[in-house]
């Protein structure tokens, strides 16, 4: 293990800085949750790990983010020599970021082999998500390329062949980083965005068992990986029977570039120390990837671990957003006050943390789904509804959140200075890769009513309360009647077909289950304190609300809450 990271402390300026804090002791439910949901050795093994990263990602790593943020990656389209090349140059912070990412930390890798960070066996997927959710919270960029490596490596090992398995696998799981091919996926284009049937670029099979791809992907984040998963019509009928899966290697075998370039970067609004382009293929090599014409049921399941990510991310970001924010209200003061002390700053406060740890739980629920419908051992209906509910409610709450830390620090949360901008850019992207809101939404009465989710989540839901801490009892007929009536507005929504209805049922089914991983882990007296924001849900983001009754005073609740926190 590395030498540790000096802790810096942050410098008491009438603007507090919160620059210097170890992210992961800031974290009031960091350490607990990941006893909690970890095999007590592997989390006994990872807490070093977990300690470092935070004084990483609250000092040097938020240094090198905000100076990538600053830097964006340039295009060299042809060499001085006039040469083609689609040379992609990154700033030496990105490049550091990347190096802790894949290297050090073996984000991408540690679920697929063991080995890394000293661990004789792969790891489960919490564990990846733990250490993940800690990392974006100063970098939120490299984290799409680390889980697309991460995904490619998962859907690859799942239908690839046997021989192409093992001679990619290990190229995109090394911890080697100048052996690394990192993982991309290219699936927009510009008239088949969230409409995959209307994919244009086709395929053509060779006699040595390759195919050729032609045509135009027009949103292509990390373009210049080693390997990508690529969509492309390889059967004449239309639609998405027509559509394959292909592994597109940025090298051929035989030396040279493949044969497609990148034509520009886009200029993003966030995510701007990671590159996105537009590429043309033309004729580029590539490999099939599992059976002919089925390749967006064998892409959704990338997509699916990619939404997965979309939600931790989103978490993290949430995560840093309220850790700055209440740093920053115990150390400001105004009207011979600190912020903290102000019940409307409280009340905010409040809101912003219960909406974080919702995505965090859920977060963690959903890894654990995935991972035991992968093993054979789970309900392969739970984790398909719990992926568009996290991909859906968390990366909308992430965009109020950041939003709010940022009216906390008031003026200075405006400055480009300050983390708050960074934190605001990049909560947008999470609404709009791998599905749009309304795409998501839509997808959970899918899995409503193709894969006869509803059932396996009650189930769960149902589970988890049982097994957690117990509702107030002068809250519990109110749970019960707002469950009851979750389940009845998804399953008519679902099944009369109404289309209008998916974001209500969605928020409302994500808040049903979040409700209750939280008084799971309440059970655990170390996290008691989340039965108080399992109320939180329930009273004023799953129960009914009557916007002209004058509520009751939730100050001491709002007080409890908060001094957990600090």
Not at 202 to 212: C, L, V, Y
Request: aromatic share 6%; with cysteine; proline share 6%.
């Amino acid at each position: 293990m590395d030498a540790p990271v000096k802790t810096a402390t942050p410098a008491a300026t009438p603007i507090p800085d919160a620059r210097g804090l170890n992210l992961f002791h800031a974290d009031p439910y960091a350490a607990a949750l990941c006893r909690r949901y970890l095999p007590p050795a592997l989390h006994a093994h990872l807490l070093p790990h977990l300690e470092r990263l935070g004084e990483l990602a609250g000092g040097l790593m938020d240094e090198l983010a905000a100076t990538a943020d600053k830097h964006p990656p340039t295009l060299s389209v042809r060499s001085r020599a006039g040469q083609d090349e689609s040379r992609i140059d990154k700033h030496p912070a990105y490049v550091e970021l990347e190096r802790l990412a894949y290297s050090e930390f073996g984000l991408a890798a540690l679920s697929h082999r063991g080995g890394v960070l000293g661990w004789p066996e792969p790891m489960p997927a919490a564990a990846k998500y733990a250490l993940s959710h800690l990392f974006v919270q100063a970098e939120f960029g490299l984290c799409c390329p680390v889980s697309m490596t991460d995904s490619l490596a998962r859907t690859l090992r799942k239908f690839g062949d046997a021989d192409l398995v093992a001679r990619v696998l290990p190229q995109v799981t090394t911890q080697d980083f100048d052996a690394l091919r990192q993982g991309a996926m290219f699936m927009t284009e510009q008239g088949a965005g969230s409409d995959v049937s209307a994919t244009e670029v086709t395929a053509e099979p060779q006699d040595d068992g390759s195919w050729r791809l032609s045509g135009d992907k027009w949103f292509c984040s990390n373009p210049d990986a080693g390997y990508a998963m690529v969509l492309a019509r390889s059967e004449p009928q239309p639609g998405l029977k027509g559509v394959s899966l292909f592994l597109l290697p940025r090298d051929l075998p035989g030396g040279g570039h493949n044969h497609y370039r990148i034509l520009r970067l886009k200029d993003k609004l966030g995510t701007r120390s990671m590159a996105s382009g537009e590429i043309r293929l033309e004729g580029a090599v590539a490999w099939l990837v599992g059976e002919r014409g089925r390749g967006f049921k064998q892409m959704a399941d990338m997509i699916n671990n990619s939404r997965l990510s979309n939600g931790m991310r989103a978490a993290g970001l949430m995560r840093r957003a309220v850790t700055e924010a209440v740093y920053f209200s115990q150390h400001r003061r105004a009207f011979g006050k600190r912020l903290i002390d102000m019940p409307l700053m409280q009340r905010q406060l409040v809101k912003m943390t219960v909406w974080t740890e919702q995505a965090r739980s859920v977060m963690f629920q959903t890894a654990r789904a995935l991972a035991e419908a992968d093993q054979g051992g789970g309900d392969p209906a739970l984790a398909r509804i719990l992926t568009p509910l996290i991909k859906f409610r968390a990366c909308r709450d992430a965009r109020k959140v950041t939003g709010d830390a940022m009216e906390v620090r008031g003026g200075c949360g405006y400055i480009e200075e300050w983390t708050e901008p960074r934190l605001v850019r990049d909560a947008h992207l999470g609404s709009i890769w791998e599905g749009t809101s309304n795409i998501v939404a839509l997808d959970v009465l899918r899995a409503i009513t193709r894969e006869q989710s509803l059932p396996a989540l009650r189930a769960h839901i149902e589970r988890l309360l049982a097994e957690g801490a117990p509702c107030p009892p002068e809250l519990a007929d109110m749970q019960a009647r707002a469950l009851e009536q979750t389940y009845a507005l998804a399953e008519h929504a679902a099944r009369e077909n109404r289309a209008e209805l998916a974001r209500q049922a969605a928020s409302l089914l994500y808040h049903a289950v979040s409700l209750a991983a939280l008084r799971w882990e309440a059970a655990d007296p170390a996290l008691a304190a989340r039965a108080r924001l399992a109320d939180q849900v329930l009273l004023h983001r799953l129960g009914p609300r009557d916007p002209y009754a004058i509520p009751p005073d939730e100050s001491a609740a709002c007080r409890e809450i908060l001094q957990y926190a600090l």
